[in-house]
């Protein structure tokens, strides 16, 4: 999760790391599975499309936020443990921190423990697919077979990743994996489909950017990925296959840092969120819906303000409260011509807005998730 130029997590060597938590290793290298690891596992498995964001000094205690693959539920991590909220309704699901089995027998959760991931160095994120679990170290990123007797599948060394930076696809079609290239402000993109076990396939390289890349997102089925550099100015949408550029989104002038991008369900709009306080929302499929600047009415201009003309501005946005960083994903549409955006921020505060293809957006529900369940019982 990702923040205001967010330090790597503090290191901790007497800690072992354990799938589903964010933190450093221990005095191995590779996972440990308890014994009889059934098919069943809890919410937190189904997370392999995370969206992160990471605060130095946290809010009410809390250190980091992700949504699930599907932005049907998000994930708390604070300072006394970890809580699972579902979106819509806003409610409390559960206090997870490990892969585990609910269908075991056994009422100490010791026992319903699935999978246990332990390395020497501080694991900053954990990516997730029914088939597969992502382990991103600061300069390799390792990937193994899961649930069932999970062995390492495949190991590339990266680019210097201090946030963690790294996606992985949901689509049962397409197992494609997204991380920073080695080379400045390029992404890296594998099939883990087509590439064998045990063997370095070279990544196919997208130069996006001309500064480090800060923030990167994949839409669902895998065919486009998006990425912002740490300017934090534009967004870029690329085909996966093509590798060519879609589109530049403008997020403003200011150099900003992202938060998160999130693709919509179907790929038709696209939600940001920055260290501004503000969430943007841009069109995908109609791009004819975003706005465009003035100065393109104008005519023909030098090619450096030709660049910031060509760009496509966002049709909605909200504000958030500057100083507290969040997330940002699409809820559940209500009707054919209004969808929504959720906003969740680490000041335990819960955003809903609405918004239509014209540009109105208005703030729908606002609620406070840490209040839902009493500390006395978490």
């Not at 997590?9 to 599975?33: F, I, L, M």
């Not at 054919?336 to 955003?351: L, R």
């Amino acid at each position: 999760m990702s923040g205001n130029k967010l330090p790597p997590p503090e290191v901790r060597p007497d800690v072992n790391t354990r799938a589903g938590c964010q933190g450093p290793g221990g005095q191995k290298s590779g996972p440990r599975a308890a014994p009889r690891a059934g098919p069943g596992i809890g919410d937190t498995q189904r997370s392999g499309k995370q969206s992160w964001i990471m605060t130095q000094q946290p809010l009410r205690g809390v250190t980091s936020l992700r949504f699930n693959q599907d932005q049907s539920c998000f994930c708390c991590a604070m300072e006394t443990g970890v809580r699972i909220y579902n979106v819509e309704p806003l409610m409390e699901k559960g206090h997870l921190v490990l892969i585990w089995d609910d269908a075991r027998e056994g009422k100490d959760s010791k026992d319903k423990l699935v999978l246990e991931f332990t390395f020497t160095k501080p694991v900053l994120a954990v990516r997730m697919r029914h088939d597969k679990i992502v382990i991103v170290l600061r300069n390799r990123i390792y990937v193994y077979s899961f649930p069932d007797n999970p062995r390492k599948l495949f190991e590339f060394d990266t680019r210097d990743n201090p946030k963690g930076l790294c996606d992985l696809c949901p689509s049962l079609e397409k197992q494609l994996l997204v991380f920073p290239g080695h080379k400045c402000g390029s992404l890296q993109l594998v099939d883990l489909a087509s590439t064998k076990p045990g063997t370095s396939s070279a990544p196919f390289t997208i130069n996006a950017h001309q500064s480090d890349v800060a923030c990167v997102s994949l839409n669902q089925p895998g065919t486009v990925v998006a990425s912002a550099s740490q300017k934090g100015t534009l967004i870029r949408l690329f085909d996966t296959q093509s590798k060519e550029k879609l589109v530049e989104l403008r997020r403003g002038t200011d150099p900003a840092t992202l938060y998160c991008i999130n693709f919509s369900h179907d790929s038709s709009f696209l939600c940001a969120s920055s260290d501004k306080g503000t969430v943007h929302i841009f069109a995908l499929k109609d791009t004819r819906l975003n706005r465009r600047s003035a100065l393109a009415r104008v005519g023909k201009v030098g090619p450096m303000i030709g660049q910031y003309v060509d760009s496509q501005w966002s049709l909605a946005s909200f504000t958030v409260p500057a100083e507290s960083a969040c997330i940002c994903a699409f809820g559940r549409n209500t009707s054919k011509n209004v969808n929504s955006v959720i906003a969740i921020c680490v000041d335990g505060t819960f955003h809903k807005y609405v918004f239509t293809p014209d540009g109105n957006c208005n703030r729908e529900a606002f609620d406070v998730y840490l209040d839902i369940c009493d500390d006395d019982d978490f």
